[in-house]
């Protein structure tokens, strides 16, 4: 069975290489290589390089098609295409298409595309209005979601025979508790600097409770930087090496590291700030609590925390509070990061995943 997987953001919008990106071993990637030991697997992106960039890959093969429109403002490559792409689909005909995520061009083009067997579209973020306005997902015979809640909202248009909630993943041997990494912050936010994301409220409860806050995902400006420093972190020092990663002042620090990097970042702070108002499963949040990190979260981002690891707001005044009050009791604290990590030990394993997808395709007819 030939399975073709999909992400249509590329790499260098997230200021990867095509390589390092694959390394990334998030949910999707423990999937393709899952998937792959039993069955062909393709993945397919884009790139802005001029010609196709083909990696063999733990099993399966990532091709990186060049986009038609690589200078188009846009958002997350929403808008980017790609001609060879889509010949190659039509060519190869796979037995089935995964596509990961909503909105993209391209994923509408290979949905209404007659050439794959069974198409399946993943939400990776928490439906809205606007999710269920793209089309998209009347062309797939099973639309998943990482919630419940994000399912029940679908089920408004969608048929719920066409509905599927798949778990979760995280990797609590890769994000686990560190005892040689002193928790060095008080807060910790990850995340790119996008409007969604609304880390100015991270920032201003930072500076009005005097909290040593690090932020992994983009460089922050402004308070509580000076104006000189702004200027010395530019995109064209950084390119040119005379800036580091991590940009600090008083007590903050901003940046952006490897995605290696990232199981000692998590052991760095005693509690994971995030306001995001459009998540689903936040991998952030999930390897937060995986390394015994307490979460503070936005109900419309993470209605799935529980109160034994988390705490949800339903407004974003309530933040400097909360993070305030919870900071000054370790001991809650402490528990807390403990129930999250064992809430992820039981209920994200890969494994539950995998067996979900297994499951499906089984059910589709997907067994050869």
Excluded at 59 to 85: T, V
Excluded at 92 to 109: F, N, R, T
Excluded at 312 to 329: E, G, H, I, N, Q
Aim: proline share 7%; charged share 20%.
């Amino acid at each position: 069975m030939h399975i073709v997987m999909t992400q249509f953001a590329p790499p260098c919008d997230h200021g990867v290489s095509e390589e390092e990106y694959l390394r990334y071993d998030d949910w999707f990637a423990k999937l393709r290589r899952h998937l792959a030991k039993s069955h062909r697997v393709t993945f397919l992106s884009q790139t802005k390089q001029k010609s196709l960039i083909r990696i063999p890959w733990e099993g399966y093969e990532a091709l990186f098609f060049p986009i038609d429109n690589p200078n188009e403002k846009q958002k997350a490559g929403i808008r980017y295409h790609s001609a060879a792409l889509l010949d190659w689909f039509e060519q190869e005909k796979p037995d089935v298409l995964h596509v990961i995520g909503s909105q993209s061009a391209m994923g509408l083009q290979l949905l209404e595309s007659p050439a794959a067997g069974v198409k399946i579209l993943w939400e990776r973020n928490h439906t809205t209005p606007q999710t269920l306005a793209w089309p998209g997902w009347k062309h797939a015979q099973r639309y998943l979601h990482c919630t419940q809640e994000s399912a029940e909202l679908a089920a408004a248009e969608v048929p719920r025979e066409r509905l599927d909630v798949v778990p979760m993943v995280s990797d609590p041997s890769k994000f686990h508790p560190m005892e040689d990494v002193a928790r060095a912050y008080d807060i910790l936010s990850v995340g790119k600097l996008t409007g969604r994301k609304q880390f100015n409220v991270v920032r201003d409860l930072a500076l009005a409770e005097n909290l040593r806050w690090l932020h992994v995902g983009g460089f922050v400006k402004g308070p509580p930087y000076p104006r000189w420093k702004d200027l010395f972190y530019s995109r064209q020092m950084r390119a040119l090496g005379l800036a580091g990663p991590i940009k600090s002042a008083h007590g903050c620090a901003t940046g952006v590291v490897s995605h290696d990097q990232m199981p000692r970042i998590y052991n760095q702070a005693r509690l994971l700030v995030h306001p995001s108002n459009n998540e689903g499963a936040s991998r952030a949040m999930l390897e937060a609590l995986g390394s015994g990190m307490p979460v503070v979260a936005n109900r419309q981002g993470a209605p799935w925390v529980q109160p034994e690891f988390g705490i949800v707001l339903d407004d974003l005044a309530s933040f400097r509070p909360t993070v305030a009050k919870l900071l000054a009791d370790p001991d809650r604290l402490n528990a807390m990061g403990r129930a999250g990590r064992e809430w992820v030990q039981h209920h994200c394993a890969p494994e539950r995943l995998f067996e979900t997808i297994d499951a499906l395709h089984a059910q589709l007819g997907l067994t050869f």
